[in-house]
């Protein structure tokens, strides 16, 4: 078809010249090309061959096209489709298709195929790049050509000049047009042509035999190596290097050149004595990686080994050994590296790294004579068991050895051949190993047998263990397995005793393991008496746990062992009991005496897990609960078993007493004295509890004081008082008051018990006492949230004046209506801190500690303000009351003549002896600071001025301010208004104020100063009334105007057309309707003024004469009414334009449901 591809600066096309020219293939320049780099293009053919060995199942390649813009390069592949058999002469189709892509880092010039997946690139720094065009685009190596000075020359800046000069916006524009490389770079079979301008240069690619040697030679037999496995993985270079893509051709060329690579390296490098650790450990990691990607592990064991062990360098091979072996990559070892790893992790004291290594072997590689003369060498008898069994089925051989090991325990001389601690560790794995195979799993992997060979193991571990006598092992020869030496005579079940007096509790341990196994669950029915079947040839044919348990009762219950030895299997019987019942049967008796011995246990490191066995017991078995029975339990103190005897015995003063004997579960005590309280209880069971509580008070407080709160109020309210006199300790009486009286919200919610008012009196009272002594500020916050009444004021009153808590004393005696008691404890107080200040002031001059002196009058100034605030607060509280109250001063005091203080209201004489204390205080003080030779840097005579300002601002406030009047209806004679009761008040008080001012000032000095401190007050008021009247009307101006400019502003439709009708709204050209309707409108709002205005203007007058009848009114035509109404318009904040008729026909979806439209376009709010 004669196919030829044309590239311009933004189009590639492919057009066929046979038998016609047509184009056949067009694709546009890529997106991703780097903005403002050199414009270039080039591109080259491949095409098809036939292939040495099908690809694909294709003989014969596709042909290739690589065509670049600038910098991405772009591989197409053209596939011919088939011939049409009816129409011969009919050209086969074409397709193309974009397999792979890659972008350069610099602008390409010239590309040329080096072979059918080789591609070379040449950049416009002439830097010479491979590729192989595999499933995609990867660089294989690079070189800088720019010394060979390739030709070059600029064939197309002229004719591109209006390309390169486009607006410098446009984001795919190039800044220069790269010179012609495109004749410089040829390639042909392989080899590639470069024309400089002065020579010509013609290579090939080296291939991978080459790079091998270049890296050997070059020293780096490493990266060689690294290289190598490279190679034969396929993961770089394939075609390119000269390698088949085939992997089965590959790996047998590339597998020998590196099996020599690494004979070489290994030889040199271990037998040069200058040779680095790190530069070996490194040889020696690709030597594993390249023997293990090859398979060839026998070379590496084998041959490489070798090189290492003339080398003197093994330990470096078998540390790097380990991580393959434990992952798993390698499964066997020779004999010879096997006895030098032994030694190996046996020097470096590693024998458990080491069993876990072998175990990860496969057993039937093993040489078993020196694996097993290894590993008892070196006392390695996990990977012993595992070779034995694993290897020969043999689960017996590695038992024996584990007997002997424990035997030599028991030499004549009476000491153990334990003086090595690895010894006792290797015997100690018999219980594991039996565990493991009892159970039918594989030791140490923990992974199960086959059931057949579980079984039969099962069967001849059991056999061993429980053989009444003797065996003889192997099987055929004389040699028995002896327990004690040869002199002795052996036991009934030597083997069992032997396991039983090495480690009783191991064995325990191991024999609950192997009692949850099914196997023992057959044959149960046979035998459920205590006397083991007819044994053959010595042991049972098969056993069960009855079985196991009578021999092993029959057994420790000989002198031979001790006690401590026996309450192991004491604990193993009674935990197993409730476990297994329908295979395990025990007479009374029998049950009987363990649970004596139980009890009886002297170890103190036991006495939980005795506790917990008891309780496994007695859920099956219940004897008859005796005193001797308790006080067994008692005596081994195993509360919770007594806890659960008294529970189900409903003995509960006995239950609650050993609630608090167990130091470790005390807290639990609440919830059985709640259980035992509701319970149904007669009433001497019931005083019998509630004595005990009482006795246990402080106990139980120790515990949890809520729950000891919340128990005794909710079940017996009656006790309280009993049960608070029964804490000794005065701050555990104020703590249990506290929780009970004041507690917080959840467990207000809580209380739902009802305790009598006078038993809550007397405890309030007892509790104020004792809050007095303890924290006697929170006195008056208590005082506050009572009502009058809760307290007896004859025994709070003087427990609160001795501490000193005044204001609880004052609020106290309000709360009760004794407000001239309250004022006259507040004087009386008042008065005593003001010879304290005035005593301090006088005596300031002899003493140096001005510091001192500072803090003390800052306390005592802070206590005068205290208490003269809450003397304005019983004024004004007074003052309130007397203001809804229905009685008044009589008709007398309304006649202004002379009224004494005898005629005063409760509330008037209140602020009388208040203000009168106050102005005392201030002269006091005064005087004192006046008579001192220099005035202090702290003013003492601050405070009270500023007091007596603030009674006479508070007395102002109360007796000029009018207060609501009272709507409650009453039949007393009507008030007078509140404003001049007040007044007349005020003017009262003043002057009663004066009178006693006069009579106390000795002259009228000392008058006039005291009216200045009460004129200050009034001045002070006026400041501060103004200064609020300023601010205030300037926010209220800055609101107004901030509102108005916002009115002002308006909303701005955004068209002139209604957004319905699509008719103009507004604007020109909406007729003279409008302008009409807009100068009635005005006229309507101008009459509306003027009628105002004249209305207003004769009510003034006092005339009710209004307008004539003869007033022009519009009238306007009913016609023009309803064409305005047509022409009203809406406008809503989202600036849309409707007319309001329009609206009106839209119905619900342009109205809100509380009234008023909504824009039916976009959900908008008028």
């Known amino acids: 078809m004669g196919l030829t591809a044309l590239l311009t600066p933004y189009l590639l096309v492919v057009v066929s010249t046979t038998p016609i020219a047509q184009t056949q293939h067009k694709a546009s320049r890529p997106k991703d090309i780097m903005p403002h780099g050199a414009m270039s293009a080039c591109l080259a053919w491949f095409p098809a061959v036939k292939l040495k060995s099908p690809v694909q199942g294709k003989d014969v390649s596709e042909t290739k096209l690589v065509y670049c813009w600038s910098d991405v390069l772009t591989v197409l592949d053209v596939e011919v489709g088939p011939l049409d058999p009816n129409d011969k002469d009919k050209q086969p189709g074409l397709f193309f298709k974009t ?82 490389f495109y004749m410089s770079f040829k390639s042909y079979k392989g080899r590639a042509f470069l024309m400089g ?73 271990l037998s040069d004595q200058e040779s680095e650790d790190d530069r070996i450990q490194a040889l020696t990691d690709e030597c594993f990686n390249a023997c293990l990607t090859m398979d060839e592990v026998d070379f590496l064991l084998d041959e490489a080994y070798d090189y290492y062990k003339e080398g003197r360098e093994t330990d470096i091979f078998i540390d790097t050994l380990e991580s393959y072996v434990m992952e798993g990559d390698i499964k066997a070892l020779p004999p010879l590296l096997v006895k030098d790893a032994v030694d190996y992790y046996a020097s470096t004291h590693r024998e458990t790294r ?25 006392l390695l008898y996990d990977a012993l068991i595992y070779v034995w069994n694993q290897a020969l089925a043999d689960w017996i051989t590695p038992l024996t050895e584990l007997f002997s090991l424990i035997r030599q ?77 040869e002199e002795q005579d052996e036991p009934a079940f030597p083997y069992l005793r032997l396991l039983l007096h090495f480690d009783t509790p191991n064995f ?50 000989a002198d031979d062992f001790e006690p401590s030895q026996t309450i192991y299997l004491d604990m193993f019987i009674a935990r197993s009991l409730p476990k297994y019942p329908q295979f395990l049967i025990l007479s009374g008796s029998a049950l009987q005496q363990i649970l004596h011995r139980l009890c009886s246990a002297e170890d103190e490191d036991l006495s939980d897990e005795c506790q917990l066995s008891v309780e496994y017991l007695l859920s099956v078995y219940h004897p008859p609960v005796t005193e001797n029975f308790i006080k067994a339990l008692h005596h081994a103190r195993f509360y919770r078993v007594l806890k659960s005897t008294y529970r189900s015995e409903r003995r509960y003063v006995d239950l609650i007493s050993t609630f608090l004997e167990d130091t470790e579960d005390r ?49 017996m309210p009656s006790r309280l008082e009993e049960y608070l006199e ?98 006259d404890r507040l004087v009386k107080h008042i008065q005593s801190l003001t010879k304290a200040l005035c ?46 109250s229905p009685t008044f001063p009589s008709n007398s005091r309304m006649r202004h003549r002379e009224i004494t203080e005898n005629e005063l209201t409760l509330d008037e004489y209140l602020w009388l002896t208040l203000v009168d204390l106050t102005v005392s205080v201030s002269k006091s003080v005064s005087t004192s600071v006046a008579s001192l030779p220099s005035p202090p840097r702290t003013n003492p005579s601050t405070t009270p001025r500023t007091l007596v300002q603030q009674v006479f601002t508070a007395l102002l406030t109360s007796t000029t301010t009018p207060s609501l009047p009272n709507s409650t209806p009453t039949t007393a004679r009507p008030a007078p208004p509140p404003s001049k009761r007040k007044e007349s008040s005020f003017l009262t008080i003043f002057r009663l104020f004066l009178t006693r001012a006069a009579l106390s000032a000795p002259s009228l000095s000392d008058l006039r100063a005291v009216l200045l401190d009460i004129f200050s007050a009034y001045a002070y008021e006026s400041d501060v009334l103004a200064l609020a009247s300023q601010l205030l009307d300037r926010d209220a101006f800055d609101e107004i105007s901030l509102v108005h400019g916002k009115r002002q502003q308006g909303w701005r439709p955004r068209s002139q057309v209604c957004e319905r009708c699509k008719r103009r709204a507004w604007g020109p050209g909406t007729g003279e309707a409008v302008w009409e309707a807009w100068v009635d409108r005005e006229t309507e709002r101008g009459m509306r003024k003027r009628k105002r205005g004249e209305g207003a203007a004769e009510e003034g007058s006092g005339k009710g004469k209004g307008r004539g009848a003869g007033e022009t009114v519009l009238e306007v035509d009913e016609r023009d009414r309803e064409e305005r109404k047509r022409l009203e318009v809406v406008v809503f904040a989202c600036r849309h334009v409707y007319h309001r008729h329009c609206l009106d026909e839209m119905g619900e979806g342009a109205r809100k449901e509380e009234g008023g439209y909504k824009c039916p376009g976009c959900e908008g709010g008028a």
Not at 112 to 139: A, N, P, Y
Not at 468 to 482: I, L, R
Not at 674 to 680: F, G, K, P, V
Request: charged share 25%; hydrophobic share 40%.
């Open 667 to 715: 807290v639990e005590v609440f919830r059985d004295i709640d259980n035992c309280l509701r319970a149904s209880l007669g009433i001497k069971q019931r005083r019998s509890v509630e004595d005990l509580i009482c006795a246990r008070a402080q106990e139980l407080v120790f515990i949890d004081l809520r729950q000891a709160v919340h128990t005794v109020q909710r079940y």
């Open 409 to 485: 325990q028991n030499l004549p001389n009476g000491t153990g051949d334990y003086d090595h601690e690895d010894k006792l560790d290797a015997a100690m794995k018999t219980f594991p190993y039996l565990a493991f195979s009892l159970t039918g799993r594989l030791y140490p992997n923990g992974e199960l047998m086959d059931e057949e060979q579980a079984d039969v193991v099962r069967k001849d571990m059991y056999k061993m263990l429980f053989s009444a006598h003797t065996h003889t092992w192997p099987p055929g020869s004389n040699t028995k397995v002896q327990t004690v030496p």
């Open 354 to 378: 080491l069993e876990e290594l072998l175990c990860r072997l496969e057993a039937h590689a093993f040489d078993i004579d020196q694996v097993t003369k290894l590993c008892k060498q070196h």
């Open 839 to 884: 005593s301090l002031i006088d005596s300031s001059a002899d003493s140096p500690d001005v510091f001192g002196f500072d803090v003390a009058v800052k306390d005592l100034s802070a206590d005068l303000e205290k208490y003269t605030k809450l003397g304005i607060w019983l004024c004004q509280g007074q003052t309130r009351i007397a203001d809804t």
């Open 197 to 269: 301008f002065s020579d010509v240069s013609i290579g090939t690619l080296s291939n991978w035999a080459d790079r091998l040697s270049a890296l050997v030679e070059h020293g780096d037999d490493i990266a060689a190596i690294r290289l190598g496995v490279a190679y034969y993985k396929g993961s770089t270079g394939k075609v390119s290097v000269g390698l088949p893509e085939d992997d089965g051709s590959r790996h047998d060329i590339v597998r020998e050149r590196l099996l020599e690579l690494l004979q070489a390296s290994l030889k040199y490098r």
């Open 726 to 823: 029964s804490l000794q300790e005065s701050r555990l009486q104020y703590a249990f008051l506290q929780e009970l009286l004041e507690p917080d919200a959840s467990q207000k919610a809580k209380a739902d018990t009802v305790t009598s008012k006078e038993l809550m009196t007397l405890l309030s009272d007892r509790y104020i006492q004792l809050m007095c002594a303890h924290d006697p500020t929170h006195v008056s916050d208590f005082v506050s949230t009572l009502d009058s009444g809760d307290l007896h004021l004859d025994k709070v009153l003087p427990a609160i004046e001795k501490n000193g808590v005044v204001d609880a004393a004052v609020l106290l005696l309000t709360k009760d209506g004794l407000a001239r008691e309250a004022m």
């Open 508 to 557: 325990m341990s191991m024999m609950n393991e192997a009692f949850e196994d099914p196997y023992l669950n057959s044959n149960q029915d046979q035998d459920y008496d205590e006397t083991p079947v007819t044994p053959i040839n010595g042991s049972v044919s098969k056993m069960t746990r009855q079985q196991i348990i009578s021999i092993l009762l029959e057994i420790m219950s």
């Open 99 to 180: 397999r792979a892509r890659w972008k350069c880092e610099e602008a390409i010039v010239a590309v040329q195929w080096l072979s059918r997946s080789v591609v070379g690139v040449l950049t416009i720094s002439q830097r010479l790049v491979i590729l192989e065009d595999g499933d995609d685009l990867h660089v294989m190596d690079s070189v800088d050509l720019i010394k060979m000075h390739i030709f070059h020359r600029d064939f197309f800046s002229k004719q591109l000049h209006t390309v390169v000069e486009q607006e410098e916006n446009e984001a795919d524009i190039h800044g220069v047009v790269a010179d012609a």
